[in-house]
């Protein structure tokens, strides 16, 4: 897809929903005990995120597995939306868009693996990271130059403030003229 058409895309965007496991993290699981787990994220996603959310947007989580880290991380982030142990993607995207009552094309989703297709084929801007597996890929929007776990989620959200033209009013906070 050509940039024009990624930018259009993403202009209209008010909802960036992602997986977890291999797109906010590098898809490591590292089992610590019986029921303990360690997980890694980037603070620079994080930091894109509360972007995303002092541009007055909203964000999610849509993972087939439950995590207490996750949801920890989301609620550190402000994430308005996480729905973990999912075996039904869609049913948990359609009962958020009847929640929050958007539509899809006001939707972005990024994904890595192949369940992350039905939802990117629902949604408006649908992301790939950079180590998606081939099928995803194919089934992209956009793919990141970086993989999971180490900005991608970042590169996302830039690419929706920068179309959206939030970047410069965001980026007064850090950079002076």
């Not at 797109?23 to 894109?48: A, M, Q």
């Not at 994430?79 to 009962?95: A, F, L, N, S």
């Not at 995803?136 to 929706?160: D, K, M, Q, S």
Request: aromatic fraction near 4%; charge should be negative.
């Amino acid at each position: 897809m050509n940039a024009d058409e990624i930018e259009r895309r993403a202009r209209r965007i008010k909802l960036l929903l992602m997986d977890c496991d291999g797109v906010l993290t590098d898809g490591r699981i590292e089992l610590l005990g019986e029921d303990d787990e360690s997980k890694s994220f980037h603070t620079r996603d994080g930091h894109g995120i509360v972007l995303m959310h002092r541009a007055g947007l909203e964000t999610g989580i849509i993972s087939g597995r439950s995590s207490t880290l996750v949801e920890r991380r989301a609620r550190e982030l402000g994430m308005q939306h996480v729905r973990q142990g999912t075996w039904d993607k869609i049913k948990d995207y359609e009962e958020l868009l009847a929640e929050t009552g958007m539509d899809e094309e006001s939707v972005a989703f990024i994904g890595d693996d192949v369940t992350d297709i039905p939802l990117m084929q629902r949604a408006g801007l649908a992301c790939a990271v950079a180590d998606a597996v081939p099928e995803t890929l194919a089934a992209a929007h956009y793919v990141t130059n970086l993989p999971g776990g180490f900005g991608a989620v970042r590169e996302v959200c830039e690419l929706i403030l920068k179309a959206q033209g939030h970047w410069s009013d965001l980026m007064k906070r850090y950079i002076r003229e």
